[in-house]
Antibody, heavy 121, light 108 residues
């Protein structure tokens, strides 16, 4: 059974870069069956898709984040990572990593528990 | 981008009741590429339905999804105590993937 676990700083200063890593166990991000995604949820609000990456390194992100997103992967560690630059208080949220797009159907079938990132000086 | 509007915002029902949740898209969702998730406080979302009507692994048959085009419905036939939660729809037919704002099912 696949498990995903987010890790990274819980506090980031405004204008800095938020960096998170998702460690995957029980599945290989290199097998090409899935895309690997980041989703966030501001406190008390709904869900927002941030972006995904495929094992080839191909990635896509939400245009609403205006080019601030970089998603990368480390197949040797079975991890993928998120960098969100120039953060503001509006980027305060619980950040989730998730697995999706089996057979091209991009529903998200497995999620990490989420990690809260607060943007504050 | 496709905007998903869920209704009602909050549904107050008793255990054993029937819940009907709506998800309406601003344009047609291609190939029925719509999913439903359940989220409880402090937990990650859990996949319930994909492809508008297919139940995910391990999901009880009291959960059912229907719809096509721009109108979709999640029905919970007989509410169990563990079903009181927030429900989100998501479309993945076109990028960017988007979620509805959520519908809360609470105990009456």
């Amino acid at each position: 059974q696949v498990q995903l676990q987010e890790s990274g700083p819980g506090l980031v200063k405004p204008s800095q870069t938020l960096s998170l890593t998702c460690t995957v166990s029980g599945d290989s991000i290199s097998n090409g069956d899935y895309y690997w995604s980041w989703i966030r949820q501001p406190p008390g609000k709904g869900l927002e898709w941030i972006g995904y990456i495929y094992y080839t390194g191909s990635s896509s992100s939400n245009p609403s984040l205006r080019g601030r997103v970089m998603i990368s992967l480390d197949t040797s560690k079975n991890q993928f990572s998120l960098k969100l630059s120039s953060v503001t208080a509006a980027d305060t949220a619980v950040y989730y990593c998730a697995r999706g797009c089996f057979g091209g159907d991009c529903y998200l079938d497995s999620w990490g528990q989420g990690t809260l990132v607060t943007v504050s000086s | 981008e496709i905007v998903l509007t869920q209704s009602p915002g909050t549904l107050s029902l008793s255990p054993g009741g029937r819940a009907t949740l709506s998800c309406r898209a601003s344009q047609s969702v291609s190939s029925g590429s719509l999913a439903w998730y359940q989220q409880k406080p402090g937990q990650a979302p859990r996949l319930l339905i994909y492809g508008a009507s297919s139940r995910a692994t391990g999901i009880p048959d009291r959960f059912s999804g229907s719809g096509s085009g721009a109108d979709f419905t999640l029905t919970i036939s007989r509410l169990e105590p563990e079903d009181f939660a927030v429900y989100y729809c998501q479309q993945y037919g076109s990028s960017p993937w988007t979620f509805g704002q959520g519908s809360k099912v609470e105990v009456k």
